[in-house]
DNA sequence: TATCATATGAATAGTATGAAGAATAAAAAA
DNA sequence: TTTTTTATTCTTCATACTATTCATATGATA
C-alpha cells in the first residue's frame, strides 16, 4: 500500500541558455527538487530534512537514487549527513552560490532589487577587468568567435528570444580570453544574469537592439589591444544593463502592488 | 579471488585550514581520489573512466559507494555518464573551478607561476572592491570580528603554523561584510591562495609579520568606513602577497632546477 | 549488386531492494 | 554526575533487474 508517485517527478522547466548543466537522470531531478526547496527557503538551515525513508516514500524514488542526490547537494555545500542525526541543511554561508545549480535555484523564483545589486556587483568587479585582460591576450581565433557571436546577436537582434543565445555567448567568450580558468567558471554567473534580462525585458519594448552599440564599442576596443578602453567600454554596458533590469523589477513590483489592492 | 584494498581507502592528506568541506565517509575519499586524478591530468577531457565494474574492484569499494562519488563529481562538472558509452571526462571549460574541492585538487600539487598569477588576477578584482563594500555595509558586530581577528594575528605572527587561521579569517570576514552572498562564495579562493602563501613560506624567514602593518591599514579604513582608503590599502596588500608567492615559487623552482642538474 | 531500413544482441550505466554495520544522541541506570 | 544502554538514522555491501545505446547482422528494396 506504498503511495508512491506523490510527487511527480518531472523535472522543473529549467531555464536552458546553452551551456547548462547536462546532467541527466532520475537522480538529477530528485537533486533539483530538493536542492530548489533549500535555497527557497522550504528547510532552514540547521533544520533536518525527512529521513531518508520518508524521503523515498514521497519522491517515490528508491534510496540509491535519494543518497545520490543528498551526496551531490551535499558535495554543493548545501546539507550534511550524519548518522542518528539526520541530513541537516547547512549554513547558508557554506553554501557555494557559484555552482551554477545553486545560482539557477536562488533565482529561479524570481528577484528583488537585492538580488539583482548583488549579481551585478560581481559582474562589475569581473567582466570589466576580464575584457582588459582579454585585450591583451586574445588568439586571433578568439576575436573572430567574439565578432561571430556579435554578427549574430546583430542579426537576430529583434527576436527576445534567440538574441538570448548569442548574448550569452559574446561575455562567455570575453570570460575565456582571459585565459583564466577560474574566470571562465563564472560563467554561470553571466548566464544567470542574463537569463533575468530576458525574462523580464517584456517590458522592454526595441527589444534588446539598445544594447548592440555597447557591445560593438567592447568588441571593438578588445580587437584592437586597448585594454582600458575595452574595460571602460564594457563597465558601461554593465551600467545600462543593470539599469534596464533595476527598471523592470521595479515595475513587476510596482504592477503586482497594484493588483493585490485592487482585489 | 577478489583483489580489494588496492587503493588503500585513507584520504588525502588535506590541508585543513578552517571552513573546508566536512565532507566524511568513505565515498568522500574516492570523490577525492578521482577527482584530484582527473584534475591533475590522468585522465584527459574527453577520456572514459573505468568502467563502473573495474573502478569498484580497482577501489575496493561497492558500487554504491562509487556511483555516489561519480554524481558528485558530475555535480562538479568533471564528468558526464550514460549507458553504454560509460562516464566521460568532461571538457575543461565546463570544470567548476570555484568549487572548493575542484579548487583545491587543482592546486594541491603544487603551483607554477602561472598558477599564481590566476589566482591573485581574480583576488585582486575581488578584495579590494569587497574591502570598499565592506567599509560601507559592515556591521559594528562584524567590525569587532574584523578587529578580533587582526588582534590574534598580532599575538601569534611569529608562528606560521597559528598565523594561517586568523589570516584567512580576516580575508573571508572582509567577503562576508558585503553582505553579498556569491562573493561570501569566493571564501574558498581566498583559502587556496593562503594555503599556498603557507606551504611556501618557510622561504620567508620572519613570518608573516610583514604583513601585519598592511592588514591593520585595512581594518582601521574599513572602520572609518573610508571606502576608497581600504579598497587601496587592500590592494597594496594583495600586491605585496603575490610578490612573496612568486618569489618563493621561484625559488623552489630554481633549487628544483639545481638539484636536478647536481644529479 | 548496392543501399537503406530494421531487428538483434552486447555492453554499460541506472534503479530497486534487503540486510548487516557503525555512529551517535537521547534515555536509562548506576 | 557519570556510565551504560537503547533506539534511530545514516552507511555500506551485495545482488537482481531495467533501460539506453551503440554495433552488427539481417533483410527488403531500388
Redesign the pocket.
Given at each position: 500500500m506504498k503511495n508512491k508517485k506523490l510527487f511527480s517527478a518531472t523535472r522543473l522547466p529549467r531555464f536552458a541558455l546553452a551551456t547548462a548543466g547536462a546532467a541527466s537522470?532520475?537522480?538529477a531531478t530528485v537533486v533539483d527538487q530538493i536542492g530548489l526547496r533549500i535555497v527557497q527557503g522550504d528547510f532552514p538551515p540547521g533544520e533536518a530534512?525527512p529521513?531518508?525513508?520518508d524521503s523515498t516514500e514521497m519522491l517515490?524514488?528508491?534510496?540509491?537514487?535519494l543518497?545520490?542526490a543528498?551526496k551531490v547537494l551535499a558535495g554543493k555545500g548545501l546539507v550534511e549527513?550524519?548518522?542518528?542525526?539526520?541530513?541537516r541543511v547547512r549554513p547558508r554561508a557554506d553554501w557555494n552560490f557559484l555552482d551554477p545549480d545553486v545560482l539557477s535555484w536562488r533565482y529561479a523564483a524570481g528577484v528583488s532589487a537585492d538580488d539583482v545589486k548583488a549579481l551585478f556587483e560581481l559582474r562589475r568587479a569581473i567582466e570589466p577587468m576580464s575584457a582588459a585582460l582579454a585585450a591583451q591576450r586574445a588568439t586571433p581565433e578568439q576575436v573572430a568567435d567574439l565578432n561571430a557571436a556579435l554578427a549574430e546577436m546583430e542579426e537576430v537582434c529583434d527576436d527576445g528570444e534567440r538574441f538570448a543565445k548569442p548574448d550569452l555567448l559574446f561575455h562567455q567568450t570575453i570570460l575565456r580570453m582571459t585565459g583564466n580558468e577560474l574566470i571562465g567558471s563564472l560563467a554561470a554567473l553571466v548566464e544567470t544574469a542574463l537569463i533575468m534580462s530576458f525574462r523580464l525585458s517584456n517590458d522592454n519594448p526595441g527589444g534588446q537592439r539598445h544594447s548592440l552599440p555597447l557591445h560593438r564599442e567592447v568588441a571593438r576596443k578588445i580587437a584592437a589591444g586597448d585594454g582600458a578602453g575595452a574595460q571602460k567600454a564594457l563597465l558601461v554596458l554593465i551600467d545600462n544593463a543593470e539599469e534596464d533590469v533595476r527598471r523592470s523589477v521595479e515595475n513587476r513590483n510596482r504592477r503586482r502592488a497594484e493588483r493585490e489592492q485592487t482585489s
Open positions: 537522470g532520475l537522480h530534512l529521513t531518508a525513508d517515490g524514488v528508491s534510496r540509491t537514487v543518497r545520490e543528498i549527513s550524519r548518522p542518528r542525526t539526520g541530513t
